[in-house]
Nanobody, 119 residues
Framework: QVQLQESGPGLVKPSQMLSLTCTVS??????????WSWIRQPPGKGLEWMGA???????YYSPSLKSRTSISRDTSKNQISLHLTSVTPEDTAVYYC???????????WGQGTLVTVSS
């Protein structure tokens, strides 16, 4: 059974880059035809899909975040990474990674990690 675990710093200063890693176990990130999404939820707000990377390395980004977001992978470690530049307090959120079907159904979620942007 596939499991996902997000990790990274819990506190980031404004204007810096936020970097998170999603470690996948019980399945390979290169298995056809899955995608691996990053989603976030600010306190008191709804979920926001940020982007994804597919089994073949193709990346997809939310138009509203595309200029600041980069998603990559390390197939040797079976990990997905998220980088978000020029963060502001509005980027404070719980960040999740999720295994995603080709239909964009978010099937399996990690537990999430809270990132606070504050000086």
């Amino acid at each position: 059974q596939v499991q996902l675990q997000e990790s990274g710093p819990g506190l980031v200063k404004p204007s810096q880059m936020l970097s998170l890693t999603c470690t996948v176990s019980g399945g390979s990130i290169t298995t056809s035809y899955y995608r691996w999404s990053w989603i976030r939820q600010p306190p008191g707000k709804g979920l926001e899909w940020m982007g994804a990377i597919a089994y073949d390395g193709t990346t997809y980004y939310s138009p509203s975040l595309k200029s600041r977001t980069s998603i990559s992978r390390d197939t040797s470690k079976n990990q997905i990474s998220l980088h978000l530049t020029s963060v502001t307090p509005e980027d404070t959120a719980v960040y999740y990674c999720a295994r995603t079907w080709p239909s964009w159904y978010l099937e399996v979620w990690g537990q999430g990690t809270l990132v606070t942007v504050s000086s």
